[in-house]
C-alpha cells in the first residue's frame, strides 16, 4: 500500500468524474437548497433584460462605439422570463456558398450557459422551417448569468430549402429539443503563493481547458505523473467542486496502469485525520507520492500511463 504524503497546495488528461466519500461541511445546505428552489419558482413570473457580454476575443477589438450600438439593439428586445433562453436575429444574408446570421443568444438563468453542437433552423414569417444545421456553439463560450452573447453562424445553402432569403423575413431559432447546459464556473482556491507566473498559467491554462462540470458534480483530474530524483513518483490531482456547499474528501482509491492497461499500482489513500477541503465552486491541487520501489518502473513511460480514481 503507498503511503499518503501529506503535500497540500495552499496558497493529464481530463477523467470523467468520480463517486468519492464527501462530508458537507454546512449545515445550511439542506435550508439553501429549499430557498434556490423557493426562489426559482417565484422567478418564473420574473422579467430581465440581459446584459451584453462579448466574447475574449470580440471584447478585446470591439470599439466603445461598436459595443455601444449592440447595447441600443439589445435593448429593443422584450424582456426575457427568468430562467428562460432565446435566440433573436439581427440579420440573414446570402455568403457565397453560405447563408450568414448574425444572432444574439439571451440567457436568463441564474448559472453560466455553455452549447455544444446545436441544431438551429432558419424560420420563415409563418413559422415554417426552410433550413436546418447542426451548429458548434463551443466557440461561443460560456455565457454568464443573465447575459446576451452577439455571435455569428453559418448555415450551407445544401441545407436551405429555398434560393433567396428576404431581409427581415426570417429568423434563425433553436430545435425545440436543444437544452442550454448549465455549468458551474470553477476557480482555485488557492495556490502557493511562491510560484512563477509561468507555473501559475500551466494551472490555470489546465483548469480552463477541461470539460465543464454541472451543478451538484465533483471531478477529480490527473494534473501530472513524475518521477523525482528519489524515484518516488508524484502524482498532482485537480479537485473540481460544483456542489453548492463546501466539501471533503476523506478516502481516495488511485490505480496507475501502463499504455496496454497493465495495473501497475492500486492504492487507496487515507486521509481521515486531515482530508482535503475543497470549497463551493472551487478548485484545489494536491500532490499524492508514492514511495521509491512501490512502483515497479522497468520499461515503463510514466507520460503513456493513465490514472483512475475508482
Known sequence: MAKF??????????????VINLIEKSKKAKEQSQNETKEALEDKTKLTNAKLSLDPVSEATASDFQKDLIKEEIEK??????GGVDIRTAYIFDDGDRYEASVYIRSALSRPITFEKTLLHIIDKDNNIVGSQLIDLREMGEIPPRSVRPWKVYFDKANVKIETLKKDEYRVAFDSRTNAEKVIKVEFESLPENLSYEEKQKYENFLNNLPSIKPGQVSISSYSLKKDRENNVTLVVLF???????????????????????????AKFDLENEGIE???????????IFPAGTISLENVNLKECTVDFM
Not at 428586445?77 to 427568468?82: E, I, K, V
Not at 475543497?278 to 499524492?288: E, T, V
Open 5 to 18: 504524503i501529506n503535500n497540500f497546495f495552499r496558497g493529464n488528461k481530463a477523467k470523467k468524474d468520480n
Open 77 to 82: 428586445f422584450p424582456p426575457l422570463t427568468f
Open 240 to 266: 473540481r467542486n460544483g456542489m453548492n456547499k463546501d466539501i471533503k474528501v476523506q478516502k481516495l482509491p488511485i490505480r496507475i496502469s501502463d499504455k496496454e492497461g497493465n495495473k501497475l499500482i492500486e
Open 278 to 288: 475543497i470549497g463551493s465552486a472551487k478548485a484545489r491541487l494536491h500532490r499524492f
